[in-house]
């Protein structure tokens, strides 16, 4: 059997570009875990690790990985730590990885901007160089209706607070989240939300529903109608259409999306579109043809 020195609290999370990190655990669960839509801590309650075990952790981590290079802090949102206890845990991670080159971690917009300017820039010198926000959507509306607890204001602030600070943002929008219902305010808000916070690295995801859509229902605040895969395909379209992005790397290749797409925006704008525009215009010789022909 193969010895790992790091005893997760399961189940484990962390964002596809972080694939190749190595994963501390420095909370469990999420501190608001509120969100109509996310099941992804609801087996857990919330709380923050005692230091003593994440250091002796991070100790024992480099003693068999010396050479790492990225590190992330899970779980659902690191951020929440006061400065000094993340201080403390960024130096120790220094110290153990003399290699490392990037820290990251999930955040919610609330508790970047709880924390001062200087915090925050002297979190960046510390080697956390990168944040992942589920922004899910820019109109205040439908965060409403999925208990987001962030606004467009409250997001915008948080994240540009971030990147004075020099911190890059990761930010993703949840597409089909509003229903058909708030399709066309969804995607038109989160394109301007993404217009004013300019973020270095975006995607796009599609909602789903791991306990059923009846669940969901029951968690949205609001009339929630389905969309079929033409429709979260056309709110995608509406989406990049309304972005003015100046060099955000741009992917929407997640394991739920039904149309893969990547590119940088705003020099990818015109390509994207039109691989939606054919898609739309004749889905049958697209690679939709499964879900399609099953009426989604």
């Known amino acids: 059997m193969t010895y790992f020195p790091i005893n997760y609290n399961e189940p484990l999370f962390r964002p596809p570009a972080e694939a190749n990190s190595l994963i501390f655990q420095i909370t469990l ?12 801590y609801t087996s857990k309650q919330f709380k923050v690790k005692k230091e003593e075990e994440i250091i002796g952790e ?10 790492v290079r990225r590190i992330f802090l899970a779980d659902g949102n690191a951020m929440v730590l006061s ?10 991670i220094n110290e153990a990885f003399p290699k490392v080159g990037r820290i990251s971690a999930y955040a919610l917009p609330k508790d970047i901007s709880s924390k001062s300017m200087d915090d925050l820039v002297e979190l960046r010198n510390m080697g956390l160089k990168l ?10 509306e439908v ?3 999925v208990n987001k607890g962030e606004t467009f204001h409250s997001t915008v602030e948080g994240l540009l607070k971030a990147r004075e600070a020099g911190i890059k943002n990761s930010v993703m929008i949840l597409n089909g989240l509003g229903g058909k219902k708030y399709s066309r305010q969804h995607a038109i808000n989160s394109a301007k939300i993404l217009n004013e916070i300019q973020p270095e690295y975006a995607s796009t995801l599609v909602l789903s529903f791991p306990y059923g859509i009846e669940r969901f229902k029951q968690r949205f605040a609001g009339e929630y109608v389905p969309m079929n895969v033409l429709e979260l395909i056309k709110e995608m379209e509406i989406f990049i259409e309304n972005t003015e992005l100046k ?5 929407s290749n997640h394991a739920s999306n039904y149309l893969v797409l990547k590119g940088t925006l705003s020099r990818d704008k015109h390509k994207l579109l039109k691989q939606i525009s054919e898609v739309l215009g004749n889905p049958q010789t697209a690679n939709l ?8």
């Open 58 to 67: 991070i100790k024992n981590a480099a003693s068999n990985y010396p050479d």
């Open 131 to 140: 944040i992942y926000v589920g922004i899910e959507s820019g109109d205040d």
């Open 289 to 296: 043809r499964e879900e399609w022909e099953r009426g989604l």
């Open 83 to 92: 400065t000094n206890k993340l201080k403390k845990i960024l130096q120790a």
């Open 247 to 251: 060099g955000t790397i741009y992917r």
């Open 143 to 145: 965060l409403n209706l």
């Open 29 to 40: 669960g999420c501190s608001w875990n509120k969100c109509a839509f996310c099941e992804m």
